[in-house]
């Protein structure tokens, strides 16, 4: 994929404020869900994937559980096939049953929503969920899709003009989101 | 991105390409392993199969790889069209771009028709084999395949063995083997042999135990006796001492070398009964199936990347 030109707008979080949202949202999960036992995870290819890790070592950290976490690739779910340089193609790896499964899907940034609606579609090919509960660790607006996020990091409002960079340590080599100019 | 529109041969691909081709097919065989064995992907795009030559494998798995992709897919088999009643093949091929295809999978008894084809239709054209000439997504899953085993494909020794003259797979096997750098060879009676082997730049063995002990793939061709219009051998029996696999043989192999074919396999030919029968008891030594299953990946990702 292209790398965007970004010019650095405002700093957003940083790795000690990713750290404490995170925190947050492993004890909502647990409270809504009433415990971890039915729970897996799924995080959406690319930055969506660690922060699931993420997330479910806080949980198992704090049940004594080992919460099964799986990759989704929605590249072939896409709503704008042909329209752009294609992105690249990441692995899907679901080595466990969803049936009846309350799911949390896990991804970093929510926008327009076609994401989301592209993994729903996924996740249905693979099964019947109990449940789908979406987190993000960060709401920018403007969606183009009756989609909302169960679990959000922090809303940040946004205009289209600008970005939301989110740079983590086992992708980027770094913790950091920040708002960006597009140039 | 690929460099190219349509896939007519392996001298066009790039080295992205190919690495582009290859990673993507990763993905599709994921698709492949699971229940439901399809991604929207390709929704309302129509492909054609257009075969004018008899074809199980190739045909089937193009189909398969549409299907799986929810592209609509159409046979057209020259003998039961109008082409018995002299049609020629570009009023064919109008004809169907009347019906507003997206791509064309050709397979001619001519080489170079579907560079034609794809010249005169402007339509996107994967060459499914054309005359003598290439097989390139034949070369394709079968370097797929060398690559999920070995890894490295650098140091892999293959030796192509068999009816080299008359064969498109091995025209693009080796050109697209040796553009990647792996160790290639040949294995063949002169006869079967084509003049310009210079051109191919391999090693060239007339015994197949000359390779057997140092080799990591063992490709086996098939004994093409439609294209035989005279005789190129004594027998079946000389050919299958000089150049057929055996029990024998396949014991003075490595441990690690594996045995490729492309299908179909003419057994008791190429490759013994005995030998062919290893398929059933779960040895890694015969990956011919394992290549049908990866052709399906591999043809995937290709219609992925030129429709998409």
């Known amino acids: 994929m292209k790398e965007k030109t970004l010019k650095e707008k405002a700093l957003i979080l940083n790795e000690i404020d990713i750290d404490r949202v995170l925190k947050r949202i492993s004890h909502e999960i647990l409270e809504r869900n009433k415990g971890s036992k039915n729970l897996v995870f799924i995080g959406i290819q690319k930055r969506g994937v660690p922060l699931a890790k993420r997330i479910s070592k806080s949980i198992d950290d704090l049940e004594k559980s080992k919460i099964k976490v799986g990759k989704l690739d929605i590249t072939f779910y896409r709503d704008d096939i042909g ?12 080595p466990f049953e969803i049936v009846d499964k309350d799911i949390i899907l896990v991804d970093d940034v ?7 609606r592209a993994s729903l579609d996924a996740l249905i090919d693979f099964g019947r969920p109990k449940s789908i509960q979406l987190v993000v660790l960060i709401d920018r607006g403007h969606r183009e899709l009756p989609i909302r996020a169960d679990y959000v990091g922090k809303n940040i409002p946004t205009s289209e003009d600008e970005f939301v960079d ?18 | 991105m690929l460099s190219v529109k349509s896939i007519l041969n392996v001298e066009d691909l790039s080295l992205e390409d190919i690495n582009l081709v290859l990673s993507n097919a990763d993905s599709f065989l994921e698709v492949l392993k699971r229940d439901l064995k399809k991604v929207p992907t390709l929704r309302g795009k129509t492909i054609i199969n257009l075969f004018f030559e008899p074809s199980t494998r190739t045909k089937t798995s193009f189909e398969l790889a549409a299907k799986r992709m929810n592209a609509d897919l159409v046979n057209f088999s020259a003998p039961t069209s109008s082409l018995k009643k002299g049609e020629s093949i570009i009023d064919t091929v109008k004809t169907i771009i009347a019906m507003k295809v997206d791509l064309i999978i050709v397979r001619h008894p001519d080489s170079g028709a579907a560079k034609f084809i ?11 084999g054309d005359g003598k000439n290439e097989h390139p997504t034949q070369a394709l899953l079968d370097l797929y395949t060398i690559r999920k085993k070995f890894k490295d494909y650098k140091k892999v020794k293959v030796a192509i063995v068999g009816d080299i003259l008359n064969s498109r797979v091995a025209r693009s096997n080796i050109k697209l083997f040796k553009k990647m750098g792996l160790d290639v060879s040949v294995v063949s009676p002169p006869m079967l042999l084509p003049e ?11 015994n197949i135990d000359d390779v057997i002990e140092d080799v990591d793939v063992l490709y086996m061709l098939r004994m093409q006796f439609e294209r035989h219009s005279r005789k190129l051998y004594p027998s079946i029996r000389e050919y299958n001492e000089y150049l057929g696999l055996n029990m024998d043989r396949v014991s003075k192999m490595k441990k690690e070398s594996i045995v490729m074919h492309p299908g179909p396999v003419n057994r008791g030919i190429e490759i013994s009964e005995e030998v062919m029968n290893l398929n059933d008891k779960s040895s890694d030594r015969l990956l011919i199936d394992t290549q049908v299953t990866y052709g399906v990946a591999v043809r995937m990702a290709l219609l992925y990347l030129l429709l998409g």
């Open chain 1, 83 to 94: 329209k752009k340089i294609k992105p690249e193609v990441e692995i899907t790896d679901i």
């Open chain 2, 118 to 128: 794809f010249k005169k239709t402007n339509i996107p054209v994967i060459n499914a």
């Open chain 1, 166 to 183: 989110v740079k983590l340590k086992e992708v980027d080599g770094i913790d950091r989101v920040t708002i960006c100019e597009k140039i």
């Open chain 2, 196 to 206: 310009n082997m210079d051109y191919f730049n391999v090693g060239i063995k007339h």
């Open chain 1, 110 to 116: 929510l926008y327009t929503g076609r994401t989301i």
